[in-house]
């Protein structure tokens, strides 16, 4: 199943390389402006503001990662555990849904950001199957269906992102829900990958 990146051609404003402290202005305006995010440093810092958005909003959080990559998803894990907590204790529910296309990294038994979601029901963790092309699967977060980072890169953690497009975003969520349905749980004891889904 390819996802269609015509439709991020064009739109991108190409601003200066993002600091923290405009990543972190931009969320609390709300902007819709897409931004660049040139690199790696600045990935875990553009991830936390939009689980800060998610917490904030009770939003829902998609992601398709390799393998939750520990140097970029650690410092989130506080985060995560602050939007199950509110999924548990209020109505609305939010969840945290993740698609792992590369679970076989050694480090995701010591990653804290996995360890922070897969011990919560208000989290679900799925994979990718053996069948599938990974590498052809994109990166990316969405929030609710307003907010996305989707990496353009994924070597260099390169990506855009906004905090406010819904139209691109629905293409995302629409796009992950489709690959989520049919996808077999994920299982760290076990590590089996079910490879008889097809997308």
Excluded at 32 to 43: G, L
Excluded at 103 to 132: C, H, M, W
Aim: hydrophobic content about 35%; proline content about 5%; some cysteine.
């Amino acid at each position: 199943m390819a996802f269609n990146h015509d439709k991020f051609k064009g739109k991108l404003i190409d601003l200066s390389p993002s600091n923290k402290e405009s990543i972190t202005q931009a969320r609390r305006s709300s902007s819709s402006t897409i931004r660049p995010n040139r690199s790696a440093k600045y990935a875990s810092h553009v991830l936390e503001e939009l689980l800060t958005l998610a917490h904030e909003e009770h939003a829902v959080v998609r992601l398709i990662s390799g393998s939750l990559n520990s140097d970029c998803y650690d410092p989130l894990a506080s985060i995560a555990k602050d939007i199950l907590q509110s999924a548990v204790s209020s109505s609305d529910n939010p969840r945290i849904r993740v698609i792992l296309t590369n679970p076989d990294r050694p480090d995701l038994a010591n990653n804290g950001f996995y360890q922070a979601i897969a011990s919560s029901e208000a989290a679900t963790i799925k994979v990718a199957g053996k069948s599938e092309d990974t590498n052809a699967i994109p990166h990316f977060a969405t929030i609710g269906d307003f907010a996305f980072r989707f990496e353009t890169k994924h070597e260099s953690a390169e990506a855009d992102y906004s905090f406010n497009n819904p139209d691109l975003t629905r293409d995302l969520v629409d796009y992950f829900d489709r690959w989520f349905d049919v996808l077999s749980p994920f299982d760290l004891e076990s590590n089996h990958i079910d490879d008889s889904c097809a997308a």
